[in-house]
């Protein structure tokens, strides 16, 4: 079974600066996807960027990017040019592609961590 | 296009009385996920379907949680003799069959109240 920790309950950062989100994961899997997942408050889950395990490079959205560690189970978020939007929960999510078709599967949430920008 | 539905959004209910909650996916997905999301927590795995095909259950459903989705369009998520620990956001999410590519889309969830 594959495990997520996110082990910052809480963080705080200032509109206009960078913030780093740390997540890291437990599987004996090759073959997965990464997410992150910005839940703002009473509203809907959205993507925020997604990993896919054999690409090297890092992805990058915009102001989002993250730093993936294969080796070491690491998928930390970073969030440059912080706005006061991106006050949310952020739930970093592992997903195992089905060994026989390649295709998605559940995935498998960390508990969160609640991001508050301020002024 | 115009999301993941879901209804109601909020539930009140009275412990022991049976509630059913509804989901409409996004027309073109053929995969729809039940998650259920407790206070301080991420979302966890309940069930998924592939068109109408309950493909996985987790064992957190117990036998007095049922799913179904027929014809392969929406989705229903009845749980009997409601218990306080089902206090809970249970979330649909719907994505194709590639999936990882395309992400899951969350519905608005719908917030159960067992008092």
């Known amino acids: 079974a594959q495990t997520v920790t996110q082990s910052q309950p809480e963080m705080s950062v200032q509109e206009a600066e960078t913030v780093t989100l740390s997540c890291t994961y437990d599987?004996?899997?090759?073959?997965?996807?990464l997410f992150w997942y910005k839940q703002p408050p009473s509203r809907q889950m959205i993507l925020v960027i997604r990993?896919?395990?054999?690409?090297?490079q890092n992805a990058t959205e915009n102001r989002f990017s993250v730093n993936f560690q294969k080796a070491a189970k690491s998928f930390s978020l970073k969030i440059s040019d912080s706005q006061l939007g991106d006050t949310a929960m952020y739930f970093c999510?592992?997903?195992?592609?089905?060994?026989?078709?390649?295709?998605?599967?559940?995935?498998?949430f960390g508990t969160g961590t609640r991001l508050q920008v301020t002024l | 296009d115009t999301g993941v539905s879901q209804d109601p959004r909020h539930k009140i209910t009275k412990r022991g009385q049976n509630v059913t909650f509804r989901c409409d996916p996004i027309s073109e997905h053929n995969r729809l996920y039940w998650y259920r999301q407790t206070l301080g927590q991420g979302p966890e795995f309940l069930t998924y379907f592939q068109n109408e095909a309950q493909l996985e259950k987790s064992r957190l459903l117990s036998d007095r949680f049922s799913a179904e989705r027929p014809k392969g369009s929406f989705s229903t998520l009845e749980i009997q003799r409601t218990e306080q620990g089902d206090s809970a956001m249970y979330l649909c999410a719907s994505t194709r069959l590639g999936g990882a590519d395309y992400g899951y889309t969350f519905g608005s969830g719908t917030r159960l109240t067992v008092v």
């Open positions: 990993q896919e395990a054999y690409k090297q």
């Open positions: 999510a592992f997903m195992k592609l089905k060994e026989d078709t390649g295709t998605a599967s559940k995935l498998t």
């Open positions: 599987t004996s899997e090759n073959n997965y996807y």
